[in-house]
């Protein structure tokens, strides 16, 4: 199993691109999540699935969009990116049989 | 409101010492509890996991946590601090809901010196 794999590692975008953030697991787990990580605020949570086709925000969902069409893919997009929202994205999923999370490797974003 | 909260900041531990890096939850029902280790430009590794039973766990890289109810504490140890182990150090908490996210505390950055 690759596990949870995310796509960009490193992205550097205007303020006003948007993009898409790729996250995708092979291991069939329902539940999956985005936070996003800067110094000294720990992980906050973007967003979280607890299957295809449900979502829900969490702690900062503003500025952010989510879909999960498919068990595998969870992509996170940025409409309309702000400097703010520069920091290190992380994408993790849950086994339906256990309660903790499986991170991916991360997503660096940088809005200048 | 679920809360986790991780006292230090940061902590410098020389290598061979032992190491404690706290951990304070704020939870309605039982808490599930982990810890998390984040090497430098890498993803979050699970180190343990608490969930019921013994109270004391042991994980991955010699790491071990002790879950004490009464002071809502889950605290991680070792006994002996190698270079490797600098990293950031995450606490979290969750419910016996597979579907309600975790809370994570802001983490505490180790430093290991010689």
């Known amino acids: 199993n690759a596990g949870v794999t995310q796509t960009p590692k490193f992205q550097v975008l205007k303020t006003g691109q948007s993009m898409t953030l790729q996250c995708a697991q092979d291991?069939?787990?329902?539940?999956m999540s985005w936070y996003r990580q800067d110094p000294g605020m720990g992980l906050r949570l973007i967003h979280y699935?607890?299957?295809?086709?449900?979502?829900d925000q969490g702690e900062v969902p503003n500025g952010y969009n989510v879909s999960r069409s498919t068990t595998e893919d969870f992509p996170l997009r940025l409409l309309s990116a702000a400097p703010s929202q520069t920091s290190v994205y992380f994408c993790?999923?849950?086994?339906?049989?256990?309660?903790?999370?499986?991170f991916g490797p991360g997503t660096r974003l940088t809005v200048l | 409101a679920q809360s986790v909260t991780q006292p230090d900041i940061h902590i410098t531990v020389s290598e061979g010492a032992s190491l404690e890096l706290r951990c304070n939850y704020s939870?309605?029902?039982?808490?599930?509890l982990f810890w998390y280790v984040q090497s430098p430009g890498q993803g979050l590794q699970l180190l343990l996991k608490?969930?019921?039973?013994?109270?004391l766990v042991q994980g991955i890289k010699g790491f071990e946590a002790e879950f004490k109810r009464s002071q809502s504490s889950f605290n991680l140890r070792k006994p002996s601090v190698h270079w490797s182990d600098a990293a950031e150090y995450f606490c979290?908490?969750?419910?016996?809901?597979?579907?309600?996210?975790?809370?994570f505390g802001k983490g505490t950055r180790l430093s290991v010196i010689a």
């Open positions: 608490y969930f019921s039973g013994d109270t």
């Open positions: 939870y309605g029902a039982t808490p599930y």
């Open positions: 993790a999923s849950r086994p339906p049989t256990g309660l903790e999370e499986f």
């Open positions: 699935s607890v299957g295809a086709g449900i979502t």
């Open positions: 291991m069939n787990h329902e539940y």
């Open positions: 979290a908490v969750g419910s016996y809901s597979g579907n309600t996210p975790l809370v």
